[in-house]
């Protein structure tokens, strides 16, 4: 019988949202907006509503009809339902479908791709909070296009390959995203007006710090749990590296200690390879 592969990106998600939800109260995995705070872990969750409320002003003052894709954990949505808005979440995994379906029980989900769901437009609001980046370019917009509703707009807050964009197989550059260029080439062939757009970049790469200084919490304690068998537990400490290294290969252990034991994937590093950008994209 085949042996059933290990869910590991719902086992992450998973993870994620427990820490999120307990250091936070909340289950975001998004940036923080770090205007003006101290970068620090009791500030992580003050940085994400900041961030949610700068989304909410790209927004129409009055209720209406949102398809919120990529919908997360659905906090999002609950906080949108509770302002008045109708929202429909579209969301490709079962595991944060079900949180969802959890935290706004009133939205309808979707639980598909965007590119698979069968959403009933028209809606005021296509609204892409750190998920644009993961459909592809030439269909998203372009499915957008045909839910709106006369007068509806395109909210699109995520992050973008910078020109400068370089690819690090160890270091693993941080961010991601469609490169810059060709989607300001699609937004001018679709010929869409760019009736907002901000620039965030400089105040949420701080989140990167933030996260980084997590990894090396958890990298310092497996050097002092090291560094002790070496003292005590010597031929110990030897199995066990024996056994990591048929584990793991050469790579992923590079790429391990770069992620645990140093500081390269920083606010620094991030600003040099992305655009971070908050836009409202409407037809002409």
Same mark, same amino acid.
């Given at each position: 019988?085949?042996?059933?592969?290990?869910?590991?990106?719902?086992?992450?998600?998973?993870?994620?949202?427990?820490?999120?939800?307990?250091?936070?109260? *909340?289950?975001?995995?998004?940036?923080?907006?770090?205007?003006?705070?101290?970068?620090?872990?009791?500030?992580?969750?003050?940085?994400? %509503?900041?961030?949610?409320?700068?989304?909410?002003?790209?927004?129409?003052?009055? +209720? $209406?009809?949102?398809?919120?894709?990529?919908?997360?954990? &659905?906090?999002?949505?609950?906080? @949108?339902?509770?302002?008045?808005?109708?929202?429909?979440?579209?969301?490709?995994?079962?595991?944060?479908?079900?949180?969802?379906?959890?935290?706004?029980?009133?939205?309808?989900?979707?639980?598909?791709?965007?590119?698979?769901?069968?959403?009933?437009?028209?809606?005021?609001? $296509?609204?892409?909070?750190?998920? =644009?980046?993961?459909?592809?370019?030439?269909? &998203?917009? *372009?499915?957008?296009?045909?839910?709106?509703?006369?007068?509806?707009?395109?909210?699109?807050?995520?992050? =973008?390959?910078?020109?400068? =964009?370089?690819?690090?197989?160890?270091?693993? /550059?941080?961010?991601?995203?469609?490169?810059?260029?060709?989607? !300001?080439? @699609?937004?001018?062939?679709?010929?869409?007006?760019?009736?907002?757009?901000?620039?965030?970049?400089?105040?949420?790469? +701080?989140?990167?710090?933030?996260?980084?200084?997590? =990894?090396? %919490?958890?990298?310092?304690?497996?050097?002092?749990?090291?560094?002790?068998?070496?003292?005590?537990?010597?031929?110990?400490?030897? %199995? @066990?590296?024996?056994?990591?290294?048929?584990?793991?290969?050469?790579?992923?252990?590079? !790429?391990?200690?770069?992620?645990?034991?140093?500081? /390269?994937?920083?606010? *620094?590093?991030?600003?040099?390879?992305?655009?971070?950008?908050?836009?409202?994209? /409407?037809?002409?």
């Amino acid at each position: 019988m085949a042996r059933k592969k290990i869910d590991t990106r719902g086992l992450g998600l998973d993870i994620g949202l427990t820490f999120s939800k307990w250091l936070t109260g *909340a289950e975001n995995l998004h940036y923080g907006y770090w205007d003006g705070l101290e970068v620090c872990a009791a500030n992580f969750g003050v940085a994400q %509503v900041a961030y949610t409320d700068l989304v909410f002003e790209r927004l129409p003052k009055a +209720p $209406c009809r949102i398809l919120d894709i990529g919908g997360g954990a &659905g906090e999002t949505a609950r906080k @949108l339902i509770a302002m008045g808005h109708q929202v429909e979440i579209v969301i490709p995994s079962a595991f944060l479908a079900s949180r969802c379906r959890e935290n706004a029980p009133e939205a309808v989900v979707h639980e598909a791709t965007f590119q698979d769901a069968q959403p009933e437009g028209p809606f005021d609001v $296509c609204l892409f909070s750190e998920s =644009f980046q993961y459909i592809p370019l030439d269909q &998203g917009i *372009a499915k957008c296009l045909s839910l709106l509703a006369p007068g509806g707009r395109i909210v699109i807050a995520d992050c =973008f390959r910078s020109e400068g =964009f370089k690819s690090d197989t160890v270091q693993a /550059t941080v961010g991601g995203g469609h490169p810059i260029l060709a989607f !300001r080439d @699609l937004v001018k062939s679709l010929k869409l007006q760019v009736s907002q757009e901000i620039d965030i970049t400089a105040q949420v790469a +701080p989140s990167i710090d933030l996260e980084q200084g997590l =990894f090396n %919490v958890v990298g310092y304690a497996g050097q002092r749990v090291d560094a002790e068998m070496a003292a005590h537990r010597p031929r110990v400490r030897s %199995v @066990l590296h024996w056994v990591w290294r048929r584990l793991m290969s050469q790579r992923k252990r590079a !790429r391990l200690d770069q992620r645990l034991n140093h500081k /390269t994937r920083n606010a *620094a590093h991030f600003s040099a390879n992305n655009t971070y950008l908050m836009l409202v994209l /409407t037809p002409a």
